[in-house]
């Protein structure tokens, strides 16, 4: 009899914990298309605008010198015979010692800017990283993952796709600011 009740709770045991095995959840995951993410992102979008402005503006500056460069070497060469050599000597010392000044000059800017929109750049990163964290756990997910550039996952079903949303939810939140400002505009007109 010890042995038939040993035999039934056995089947019990293992019967329950089958049922508990059928229990578990199935795990909420998407993928965000990140290339497509920053290519889309208005914030990304106005940031590169910005450092191409400032390339341009400052770049025309720099332009204006090299300018009068290229003015003063085409001058020289033309020059060169008709005052001797001992000023062609000086002259184009001159003329290269400045070159090397205008080279300097840019790649001093270039890196100036690089840097400037690289720190500028990993913030906006940052922020959106939160943001994704954020909207991740609000929507329940376990696990979002990234695609793009620098991806890891090779190949996703697109119904587990969220990039539009993230994109639409970060514009709208980025434009936010912009339509509170123009609200207190409107009503210091009043």
Do not use: H
């Amino acid at each position: 009899m010890s042995k038939k009740a040993l035999l039934i709770i056995a089947l019990s045991v293992s019967i329950v914990s089958c049922n508990k095995t059928a229990e578990v959840k199935e795990v909420k995951t998407a993928y965000v298309d990140t290339s497509l993410l920053m290519k889309q992102y208005t914030e990304a979008k106005d940031l590169e605008a910005k450092y191409k402005a400032k390339s341009e503006e400052k770049g025309k500056q720099l332009e204006s010198e090299i300018n009068r460069f290229k003015q003063d070497a085409a001058n020289f060469q033309s020059q060169a015979q008709a005052n001797g050599q001992a000023w062609a000597q000086q002259k184009g010392a001159e003329l290269q010692k400045r070159e090397q000044q205008l080279g300097q000059a840019q790649q001093a800017l270039s890196q100036q800017l690089q840097q400037e929109s690289s720190v500028e750049m990993d913030t906006l990163v940052s922020g959106v990283k939160k943001f994704i964290k954020a909207y991740g756990k609000e929507k329940g997910y376990a696990y979002i993952y990234g695609t793009g550039d620098a991806a890891s996952i090779l190949y996703a079903e697109e119904k587990f796709d969220i990039t539009k949303d993230i994109i639409k939810l970060l514009n709208d939140k980025y434009k936010a600011p912009a339509k509170k400002e123009e609200a207190k505009k409107e009503e210091v007109k009043k």
